[in-house]
């Protein structure tokens, strides 16, 4: 079992920059992936990036890696979403979740509650 919890969603204008933590909590957490998603009012949910936390692997998706970085906190068994030159189309409200590693990217079972991101242009 694994608990998680997004901070750090707020307000910003384009162009600025947030980061997003997720805190883990649980057992055997080295197993686990944690991985970031967002959802846009209306629009279908997105795989953002993803964070193994006993392993050093990360993968960021095309569409935002020119933009968004992963890390962790390994002691803290916190992972970070690092957002810049944030655009209204990055609105949404993101979601950290965690799965064992291994598999695909519909394993995620454990779920944050969300952290809303509003970037007004």
């Known amino acids: 079992q694994v608990q998680l919890a997004e901070s750090g969603g707020g307000l910003v204008q384009a162009g600025d920059s947030l980061r997003l933590s997720c805190l883990a909590s649980?057992?055997?957490?080295?197993?686990?992936?944690v991985g970031w998603f967002r959802q846009a009012p209306g629009k279908e949910r997105e795989f953002v990036g993803a964070m193994h936390l006993g392993a050093p692997a990360s993968y960021v998706a095309d569409s935002v890696k020119d933009r968004f970085t992963i890390s962790k906190n390994r002691v803290m068994n916190t992972v970070y979403l690092q957002m810049s030159s944030l655009k209204s189309e990055d609105t949404a409200v993101y979601y950290c979740?965690?799965?064992?590693?291994?598999?695909?990217?519909?394993?995620?079972?454990?779920w944050g509650r969300g952290t809303q991101v509003t970037v007004s242009s």
């Open positions: 649980g057992s055997t957490l080295s197993t686990f992936v």
């Open positions: 979740a965690a799965k064992l590693a291994g598999g695909s990217r519909n394993d995620y079972r454990f």
